[in-house]
């Protein structure tokens, strides 16, 4: 059974800073990886999904990357600003899973003014 | 565009009444899905669909039952809510075009129904 884990569960950093969220897997067998954000009360954005082919993928200030032999992927934020503060999850869409994404709990960040 | 909306976005239920969550999408979607969210649980999917007609089992189904009538919209029912299924429940749509997925399969979310059982 797949297992997703991020850590730290939380992370609390000054603004301007660089900073990473860690991912790991269990299984390597996967078709993608999507990394998602979550405002307070509000639903996931997706920010960024991964082909198992694919080694990265950029959006402005964001990049993540994945390695599946060892089961890692990271998230990394560059120049992280207070409207970077939500909780950030990634899931796995795994090859023995149908078509159902397993998640992580997520690192609930912090950028501080 | 809308992307995925839901109604209602609050409820509050006593034990043993019944609803129907409404999700609806403008994508062209033929995947769509219910999940849930708990505290310490993470999200975890309830039922999906992979086209018109078609439904699913997720990972935790019991309790509630879901119907593809039209493309666009996904409806996800409880018969008779028990105090075990307050949660923040999500729906969403993918583009998945075919099994294994050759395409993105980028999965897009609602903003959420709060569901609270008494």
């Known amino acids: 059974k797949q297992e997703v884990t991020q850590i730290p569960a939380a992370l609390s950093v000054p603004e301007g800073e660089n900073l990473v969220l860690n991912c790991s897997f269990t299984?390597?067998?996967?078709?993608?990886l999507q990394w998602f954000r979550q405002d307070p009360g509000k639903g996931l954005t997706s920010l960024l999904l991964i082909q198992s082919s694919q080694r990265e993928q950029t959006s402005g200030r964001l990049n993540a990357s994945l390695d599946k032999s060892s089961g890692r992927s990271t998230l990394y934020i560059a120049a992280s600003q207070p409207g970077d503060s939500a909780t950030y999850l990634c899931?796995?869409?795994?090859?023995?899973?149908?078509?159902?994404?397993?998640f992580g709990e997520g690192t609930q960040l912090t950028v501080n003014p | 565009n809308a992307g995925v909306t839901q109604t209602p976005k609050f409820r509050v239920l006593k034990t043993g009444q019944s609803m129907t969550l409404l999700c609806a999408q403008d994508?062209?979607?033929?995947?769509m899905y219910w999940y849930r969210q708990d505290p310490g649980m993470g999200l975890r999917l309830i039922h999906y669909s992979v086209g018109e007609g078609t439904t699913a089992k997720g990972e935790v189904p019991d309790g509630y039952n879901v119907s593809r009538l039209k493309k666009q919209n996904f409806l996800l029912g409880l018969e008779s809510a028990a105090p075990s299924q307050t949660s923040v429940y999500f729906c969403a749509s993918s583009d998945t075009r075919d099994w294994p997925p050759t395409y993105s399969n980028e999965q897009f979310f609602g903003p959420g129904t709060r569901l609270t059982v008494l």
């Open positions: 899931a796995i869409l795994g090859e023995t899973s149908g078509s159902r994404l397993t």
């Open positions: 299984d390597s067998a996967i078709y993608n």
């Open positions: 994508m062209n979607h033929e995947y």
